[in-house]
């Protein structure tokens, strides 16, 4: 049977080391073909209340890098079939520096990069980095881009570029209208496949966008699905799993 392709964020750690492993696992179970693992972030730019929320109480627990990379590790070994990207903000990866943190993110299993406050044409040399360990760098369209920057993203000869949407934050609800398939086509225009999401948390939202993305991304919606079933494991990981079969089921 025909699906739609997701691609699932998660925070790593959030709530517990042990509920993320099982939100991750109910993920895989309910369709998702990519898991965007994010390493908590103390200030991040795009992220809404839930993810930021999430970021916050992880941290809380003196989550480090090496946690998350460990947890990114885990599920590799575990789902070595599901592709994983890393998903934080420049800091995190510019401190330790960026060729360092590469070759530990590519080994322990990550496939590529959405660091999304590095712009594409000054990213401190993530794109090569990537490259030399085997991982490709995604970067970050967004609608508040000018059409001449956009078509400068859009032939740069990027495999993948993700497409937020909409400006703003995420987790809050996304219209798909004509003027998002127009932004879409203009993204995909130099033959990147295209990632859209930002805001996505149902199947009618995913089912306008099946025809013009790669894979639709969806994050806040499972986030809150977490948060909010936290104290039983059972019953989150079948919500998680029900959600993402409800966004990955194509309607003929």
Same mark, same amino acid.
């Given at each position: ?13 959030f709530?517990t ?22 390493l908590?972030?103390?200030?991040p ?9 999430a ?10 890098? +090496?946690? &998350? ?11 070595? @079939?599901?592709?994983?990207? =890393?998903? !934080? #903000? ?5 401190t330790?520096?960026?060729e ?5 993110a590519?080994?322990?299993g ?30 970050v ?34 219209t ?12 995909g +225009?130099? &033959? ?11 199947? @009618?939202?995913?089912?306008? =966008?099946? !025809? #013009? ?30 959600k ?9």
């Open positions: 049977m025909e699906k739609i392709q997701l691609m699932s964020h998660l925070v790593a750690g709530p080391d042990e509920l993320s492993l099982a939100a991750a696992r109910a993920l895989v179970a309910g369709g998702a073909d990519i898991l965007e693992i994010q908590p972030f103390s200030d730019s795009a992220d809404g209340p839930a993810i930021q929320d970021c916050t109480t992880v941290l809380e627990r003196k989550y480090r890098t +090496a946690d &998350g990379l460990a947890f990114i590790e885990k599920l590799h070994k575990e789902f070595p @079939e599901t592709t994983i990207y =890393l998903m !934080s #903000y420049g800091s995190l990866i510019y330790p520096g960026i360092n943190f590469c070759k530990k590519a080994a322990a990550v496939k590529g990069m959405i660091i999304p406050d590095l712009p594409f044409d000054h990213d401190e040399g993530l794109t090569a980095a990537c490259k030399a360990n085997g991982m490709v760098n995604i970067p369209a967004a609608p508040s881009m000018s059409d001449e920057r956009l078509a400068k993203l859009a032939n740069a000869g990027f495999p993948y570029i993700y497409a937020a949407l909409r400006a703003g934050i995420t987790g809050t609800n996304t798909i209208d004509q003027s998002t398939l127009d932004f879409l086509k203009k993204v +225009a130099g &033959g990147s496949k295209v990632y859209g999401g930002f805001g996505i948390s149902n199947g @009618e939202q995913s089912n306008a =966008l099946a !025809s #013009y993305v790669e894979a639709v991304v969806a994050g806040s919606v499972f986030v809150r699905i977490i948060s909010e079933n936290k104290a039983d494991a059972a019953t989150l990981a079948a919500k998680v799993t029900e993402a079969r409800e966004i990955t089921t194509l309607r003929q």
